[in-house]
């Protein structure tokens, strides 16, 4: 088993920035992607980051330019850096660990969740 933790959510206005963090325990070595997801009532889940054990990175286009996803494996953390934020980033992040470093894969294993809200 996996758990992940996170941490660094917050409020935030916009054009701020947040800095999220991902603890990794347990059978890390069965991870190979890690990245954040975000929900926002009435919104569909969105894959808003994802990185390979290789260091390759994605991102959803709204936050393209803006969000960089960065890890350490020898650490088993992963971060996201959330700058110039807007109201429609607010929602709950969380982070998401893989088996596979595929971008469009079922991810295993799911922290609890951190609260980011942006205000206008």
């Known amino acids: 088993q996996v758990q992940l933790v996170e941490s660094g959510g917050g409020l935030v206005q916009a054009g701020g920035s947040l800095r999220l963090s991902c603890a990794a325990s347990g059978n890390t070595f069965s991870i190979n992607a890690m990245g954040w997801y975000r929900q926002a009532p009435g919104k569909q889940r969105e894959l808003v980051a994802h990185?390979?054990?290789?260091?390759?990175?994605n991102y959803a286009d709204p936050v393209k330019g803006r969000f960089t996803i960065s890890r350490d494996n020898a650490k088993n953390t992963v971060w996201l850096q959330m700058n110039s934020l807007k109201p429609d980033d607010t929602g709950v992040y969380y982070c998401?660990?893989?088996?596979?470093?595929?971008?469009?894969?079922?991810?295993?294993?799911w922290g609890q969740g951190t609260q980011v809200t942006v205000s206008s």
């Open positions: 990185i390979t054990r290789g260091g390759s990175t």
């Open positions: 998401v660990a893989g088996r596979s470093a595929s971008y469009y894969q079922h991810y295993d294993y």
